[in-house]
């Protein structure tokens, strides 16, 4: 099951409404989850299940999707969410990511 | 809470055989299945395969035919074996835990390694 995530970059301020999409080549049901990563660091699972928070996220991060279309949102940008977001499948083996969404300072 | 610790070297000449190991603390190896995930410089995530305790395994088609993946319970660590690499394997490899083929709705790789870098050249 091929992620196509858009756009592959974006430049935003804090403060701003930022949203990612991931578009999956066949149905998966709910099974989607968002990782957020730093440079130099592991993914951190931020959203499960499409819509779930993983405890200790902050509620400022939302996902919403179900079947082929997910958006990963981030309500209002924060200095500290500056990063790379990834979107994985978790509906069938092998499990896939999405190419990677990198977050800017604009 | 449970770490996992990638340990390996990082150079690795073309045609040889890449191997890494993972070291769960802090928690057990049983009952859960693990996997190997990568990252080459400055690309997406590529799931390797991953091990249930018992042994079980399941690969990327995509890289299966030199792929091994082991696991020692005594050790608390599973490993990753990597054959005839070449340039194309330089990577970050992670070790993580997998949500396995069972999980229903609540599935998801919660716990990684922090990573190490493997370069294959001459």
């Known amino acids: 099951i091929q992620l196509t995530q858009s756009p592959s970059s974006l430049s935003a301020s804090v403060g701003d409404r930022v949203t990612i999409t991931c578009r999956a080549s066949?149905?998966?049901?709910?099974?989607l989850a968002w990782y957020q990563q730093k440079p130099g660091k592991a993914p951190k699972l931020l959203i499960y299940?499409?819509?779930t928070l993983q405890s200790g996220v902050p509620s400022r991060f939302s996902g919403s999707g179900s079947g082929t279309d997910f958006t990963l949102t981030i309500s209002s940008l924060q200095p500290e969410d500056f990063a790379t977001y990834h979107c994985?499948?978790?509906?069938?083996?092998?499990?896939?990511f999405g190419g990677g969404t990198k977050v800017e300072i604009k | 809470q449970v770490q996992l610790q990638e340990s390996g070297p990082g150079l690795v000449k073309p045609s040889e055989t890449l191997s890494l190991s993972c070291t769960v603390s802090g928690g057990s190896v049983s009952n859960y299945y693990w996997s190997w995930i990568r990252q080459p410089p400055g690309k997406g995530l590529e799931w390797i395969g991953y091990i249930y305790y018992s042994g079980s395994t399941n690969f990327n088609p995509s890289l299966k035919s030199r792929v091994t993946i082991s696991v020692d319970t005594s050790k608390n660590q599973f490993s990753l074996r990597l054959s005839s690499v070449t340039a194309a394997d330089t990577a970050v490899y992670y070790c993580?835990?997998?949500?396995?083929?069972?999980?229903?709705?609540?599935?998801?790789?919660?716990?990684w390694g922090q990573g190490t870098g493997v370069t294959v050249s001459s």
């Open positions: 994985q499948q978790l509906n069938s083996y092998p499990l896939t």
């Open positions: 993580a835990r997998d949500p396995g083929p069972y999980c229903s709705g609540d599935c998801y790789s919660d716990i």
């Open positions: 299940a499409a819509s």
């Open positions: 066949q149905g998966i049901s709910s099974y």
